[in-house]
């Protein structure tokens, strides 16, 4: 897709307008060592990303809201300059003049020029925006170039006297997408479903948890999403109970289920897909009863997930069906309402249905307003992701011991009710098996 700095430039725009007044300073993130001389794959900051479009490391953005003599306001960035020596070793460097011109910048500037420059511009602005805590490195060096324009007070110059933190204007922008990033998460789900169907051909007993994950990495690569949005989990049979397994060592086996939970990356933005099915094509009777349970609970909580309900609908939408599944199979005892209210349930699942996802697969967002649960409003993407895991105990009939089973998809919130973005991977019995024994 060709780049439009528009799209990020209007997302700057309206930060400046929600900052009212004042100076900004996003950096984008650090590259961390892995080993020796490497580093592990880059990836940007994705609030930096949000406003600038720009992806190499060493890259900080700064937003001046304008100051008291009515000057416009200015987005600057600083970043690597050109080096022709470097780039022989590790690649192209955009510099400054070019990524001004082509990023949309009004003035660029090398990196090494920020503290000089920031010492500048800081001064007589009466507010600072920046991610208060969300690095120790540079709290310590934004306190420092205050302290810098402090030292200038003698001169009439004044630093910001308030400090603020640039998440909580920039996290609101970021929670409701707009039809571009809608388009890229789109991608990013269909590419992982094709991942995720690939696996389900794939997979047979004998075969090791990394094998399949090996399948879903090659699909993911060769649709040019170079890596998954977070460690993919192939989970067989009891390991599937353990909820973040990123082992991938096992030997998947005859009669075992197989859990994944994987999603690539697309132009900075993730999918979250997990589905589960049976190694060998076919699911046992014991298996079949509980997957139609969180089917039933997944299908009620995508049903719940529409304008005008509240965050916490889809989640109690899944906990009853859930909950009466449970009840159906001897797994709690008592009366629906009593499970849901004392919470037996937890025994067999956990986790909350929902997050929201975006450029983070756990993307930014509060989740409640005012201590209410937030409603939800088209633009807004989240997953819908229940599940059971059954552990082996004494009060459960056997023939549950060491299920897991989760079905997550992506869900955007339309002014209608909501788009599943994963709808091409199958969740119905009949269709998996399928595809599982194809
Ligand atoms: N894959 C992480 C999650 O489902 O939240
Ligand atoms: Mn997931
Ligand atoms: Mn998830």
Redesign the pocket.
């Known amino acids: 897709m060709t780049f439009d700095p528009n799209i990020y430039r209007q997302r700057r725009v309206r930060l400046l307008e929600k900052m009212q007044r004042g100076i900004a300073v996003i950096p984008t993130a650090e590259e961390v060592a892995r080993n020796g001389d490497t580093h592990y794959v880059y990836r940007h900051d994705s609030s930096f990303y949000y406003l600038t479009g720009f992806a190499e490391p060493e890259a900080v953005l700064v937003l001046v809201a304008g100051r008291s003599d009515d000057s416009p306001p200015q987005s600057l960035l600083f970043c690597r300059e050109k080096n022709p020596e470097r780039e022989i070793w590790d690649g192209y460097r955009t510099g400054p003049d070019a990524a001004r011109e082509q990023f949309g910048f009004d003035a660029a500037w090398p990196i090494a020029q920020l503290d000089e420059k920031l010492t500048e511009l800081l001064g007589n602005q009466p507010a600072l925006f920046y991610p208060i805590g969300g690095d120790a490195a540079w709290d310590q060096r934004i306190l420092k170039l205050r302290g810098a324009v402090q030292a200038k007070v003698r001169s009439g110059i004044r630093a910001p006297d308030e400090i603020r933190d640039v998440r909580a204007l920039l996290h609101e922008m970021r929670l409701i997408k707009d039809a571009h990033e809608l388009g890229i998460m789109r991608r990013a789900a269909a590419v992982s479903a094709q991942a995720h169907r690939r696996a389900m051909r794939f997979t047979r007993p004998g075969q090791f948890e990394y094998e399949v994950e090996a399948e879903l990495l090659h699909e993911f690569c060769r649709h040019g999403s170079r890596h998954p949005a977070y460690p993919s989990i192939v989970a067989g049979g009891a390991n599937a109970c353990v909820l973040h397994y990123v082992g991938n060592n096992a030997q998947l086996k005859e009669g075992d289920l197989l859990l994944i939970?994987a999603g690539c990356e697309v132009e900075g933005y993730a999918a979250?897909i997990?589905r589960t099915f049976p190694v060998n094509g076919k699911f046992s009777a014991a298996q079949k009863d509980l997957y139609e349970i969180v089917l039933a609970a997944q299908s009620a909580a995508i049903a719940a997930a529409s304008p005008g309900q509240t965050w916490d609908a889809p989640h109690n939408a899944a906990l009853r069906v859930l909950a009466q599944g449970f009840v159906d199979l001897k797994l709690c005892l008592g009366s629906v309402d009593g499970v849901l209210e004392n919470e037996s349930y937890k025994k067999y699942y956990m986790h909350r249905t929902s997050h929201w996802l975006g450029m983070d697969v756990h993307d930014v967002g509060d989740y409640k307003v005012d201590d209410n649960w937030r409603t939800l409003q088209p633009g807004m993407t989240l997953?819908v992701?229940p599940g059971c895991y059954i552990r082996p105990a004494d009060d459960v009939p056997q023939a549950f011991w060491n299920i897991g089973i989760r079905i997550?998809d992506d869900v955007a919130i339309t002014a209608q009710g909501n788009e599943v973005l994963s709808s091409a991977v199958p969740k119905k019995i009949g269709e998996i098996e399928e595809l599982a024994s194809a």
């Open positions: 939970d979250d997990t997953t992701e997550e």
